[in-house]
């Protein structure tokens, strides 16, 4: 299939061109190596037209000359590459007790990466932590601010994306992160839910490429779902769309801490109340650094068929399969995709996870259904955080690409 010309009416010439710049230069960054005759036939853009392209790319270092293709009509033509390191992209994922930041080329390869402590809290803890970061990775690396193309921000808490506001978790006031870390860098910022990072991390480069309808389920200290519609992350209308550990699987459960009702799923299958729940029926746990280590103890002990740890598992693939029941019956999901530290301490879940789901879902809601955990484990976030800024920044015009049906 070739990809077909995009056809413009009543809109600027530098819409127009800048749109012919981003098909061209996707084209080029998809094939790695391709002619100019080729990306002429492939965009339904005229020869001379993009010659001048590819000229502009080259002279901005995107794109280059490199091996000479086949003979056609008695002239070797000459091939372009594209350059990846041309710009580079900043990720950054925060969490409770340590930020990470992660320097990456337009392909999304890492090149560094860094980590740094400290508790995140008020706007001027979450500041001052996201600029250490991001500076101790320039110390590190010594790149090129004018190369930044972006900073993408994987975040824990509520957004509101029209105002381009930030709660942090547990916190009732807003923070205007976006503007001042804007203003401080001088480049963009984009900052996202690290659970729709997770979803578009896989979107973009793992086992959801090319499935435009998929739900990514995040199974740890919270529990989140970033959901996928037609090849677009689903905010809702503020932008929190996603928050599935609060919807209820047991009327009789007990509180939820954070939004006061009873029996939310987070109160059955979150890591703290995994280990909860192992401690009342009986199984001793020693006193550890962290709850990972407590929950990667009772996994350990289920694989060696400890009963009451087995259980657990049970317990919370079963909670988790009433979630995921709900969620095929409703969007009917191409593929549903398991991750999170539970899911990485404890892959034997998935299974008993899937055997729930299709069995008690609508015979049609999961026709076809594939549920897989993640391939991304253990740099989701960050990974989604560099899509999003390859989507959002990298390309000036999101420009949805048609593919025609005539040619090759």
């Known amino acids: 299939m070739g990809v077909e010309g995009l056809v413009y009416s009543n809109i600027s010439s530098r819409f127009v061109r800048d749109a012919n710049t981003n098909l061209v230069l996707l084209t080029i960054q998809q094939k790695k190596l391709i002619s100019r005759s080729e990306i002429a036939k492939l965009t339904n853009l005229s020869y001379p037209t993009v010659s ?80 250490d970061v991001i500076e101790r990775l320039q110390e590190t690396t010594g790149f090129d601010w004018q190369k930044v193309v972006g900073i993408g921000v994987s975040y824990r808490g509520s957004i509101d994306i029209p105002n381009r506001l930030y709660y942090g978790p547990g916190k009732k006031e807003p923070l205007k992160l976006q503007d001042e870390l804007e203003e401080y860098f001088d480049v963009p910022i984009v ?17 959801a490429q090319g499935v435009d309808n998929s739900v990514f389920i995040n199974v740890g200290s919270g529990i989140s779902a970033g959901i996928m519609i037609s090849g677009q992350i689903y905010h809702g209308f503020l932008g929190n769309a996603g928050e599935f550990g609060h ?5 009789q459960g007990d509180i939820c801490p954070e939004c006061g009702r009873r029996g939310c799923l987070e109160t059955f299958v979150s890591i703290s109340n995994i280990i909860i729940h192992a401690r009342k029926c009986g199984l001793e746990i020693t006193q550890m650094d ?16 400890e009963p009451v740890a087995r259980s657990c598992f049970n317990r919370t693939a079963h909670y988790l399969s009433i979630g995921i029941i ?7 999901p191409e593929l549903v995709i398991l991750g999170g530290q539970v899911i990485w301490v404890y892959p034997e879940i998935v299974k008993i996870i899937t055997e729930e789901v ?4 609508l015979l049609y809601s999961r026709k076809n259904l594939r549920i897989e955990s993640a391939n991304q484990i253990k740099q ?12 959002q920044i990298y390309l000036p015009h999101n420009i949805s690409i048609q ?3 005539s040619g090759s």
């Not at 003979?71 to 390191?85: A, E, S």
């Not at 299709?358 to 879902?361: F, G, P």
């Not at 989701?380 to 989507?391: R, S, V």
């Open 358 to 361: 299709m069995n008690e879902s």
């Open 191 to 207: 900052m996202e839910h690290n659970y729709n990072l997770a979803m578009l991390a896989e979107y973009t480069y793992g086992i």
């Open 403 to 405: 593919y025609s049906t």
């Open 247 to 251: 919807i209820m699987v047991d009327s």
């Open 52 to 131: 001048t392209i590819i000229k502009t790319l080259m002279d901005e270092g995107f794109v280059s000359e490199s091996h000479v293709g086949e003979f056609v009509g008695g002239r070797k033509p000459m091939l372009i590459k594209f350059n990846p390191k041309a710009r580079v992209i900043i990720g950054v994922d925060l969490s409770t007790s340590v930020s990470q930041a992660v320097l990456a080329d337009l392909d999304g390869k890492f090149i560094s990466e860094i980590i740094t402590g400290g508790e995140l809290g008020t706007e001027i803890d979450l500041s001052r932590n996201i600029k």
């Open 326 to 332: 709900d969620i095929v019956n409703l969007l009917n």
């Open 290 to 305: 962290n709850k990972l280590q407590e929950l990667k103890y009772i996994a350990d002990l289920a694989r060696k068929n």
């Open 380 to 391: 989701t976030f960050l990974m989604g955080a560099i899509a999003l800024i390859q989507e």
